[in-house]
């Protein structure tokens, strides 16, 4: 059964930082293009970063220099690093686990990120 854990998310102060962890299980993550997502309330579900095979991480514009997206193939998890963080990155944000054979496509529960003074 595959499951996708996220944890790390919470009350940050504008500026500050936060990094995201997502846990697999049930799944090799060195296999998967691997991708945070997040949705504010109100909108739809957008990539904030993804990371596929043998190329460089993208990110979404808001989120270039500020963001950092990282795989640890020895830990099966999928890190994202936020640094100075504004109250338009408050969403709740989501792991999300691509199939790079099959395509079928994981998601885990989403953890809460609330950027707030």
């Known amino acids: 059964q595959v499951q996708l854990v996220e944890s790390g998310g919470g009350l940050v102060q504008p500026g500050g930082s936060l990094k995201l962890s997502c846990a697999a299980s049930g799944l090799t993550v060195s296999e998967y293009r691997m991708g945070w997502y997040r949705q504010a309330p109100g909108a739809e579900r957008e990539l904030v970063a993804g990371?596929?095979?043998?190329?460089?991480?993208t990110y979404a514009d808001s989120a270039k220099g500020r963001f950092t997206i990282s795989r640890d193939n020895a830990k099966n998890t999928v890190d994202l690093q936020m640094n100075t963080l504004k109250p338009e990155d408050t969403a709740v944000y989501y792991c999300?686990?691509?199939?790079?054979?099959?395509?079928?496509?994981?998601w885990g529960q989403g953890t809460q990120v609330t950027v707030s003074a």
């Open positions: 999300r686990a691509q199939s790079r054979y099959t395509y079928r496509t994981y």
């Open positions: 990371l596929g095979f043998g190329e460089s991480p």
